[in-house]
Nanobody, 121 residues
């Protein structure tokens, strides 16, 4: 079964940067759209950024101009470069991917385990 493994979270000061990574742990047939979501305490999970299989990105207005989503298809990995971080960016960040499994050839939506990002002075 495909798993998404996240890394890169941590504690940073306002204005700092972090780079999140999320990699599929098993061989896949195809990965379609990939994205990052976040959930702050007491709030709904929200879409942060998404990138198509062709590499076209879209961002939430709150992060536009500060965050950059990218992907490396050879590594089955999606990244989120976060610059100019603000306290309101504090949340658990989850990666998401639309994947067709190599073995079963079924297409399913997968989630990473979540990684904590805390922006505080």
């Amino acid at each position: 079964q495909v798993q998404l493994v996240e890394s890169g979270g941590g504690l940073v000061q306002p204005g700092g940067s972090l780079r999140l990574s999320c990699a599929a742990s098993a061989r896949v047939f195809s990965i379609y759209a990939m994205g990052w979501y976040r959930q702050a305490p007491g709030k709904q999970r929200e879409l942060v950024a998404v990138i198509t299989d062709g590499g076209s990105p879209n961002y939430a207005d709150s992060v536009k101009g500060r965050f950059t989503i990218s992907r490396d298809n050879a590594k089955n990995t999606v990244y989120l470069q976060m610059n100019s971080l603000k306290p309101e960016d504090t949340a658990v960040y989850y990666c998401n991917a639309d994947i067709r499994d190599f073995s079963s050839y079924t297409r399913s939506d997968y989630w990473g385990q979540g990684t904590q990002v805390t922006v505080s002075s």
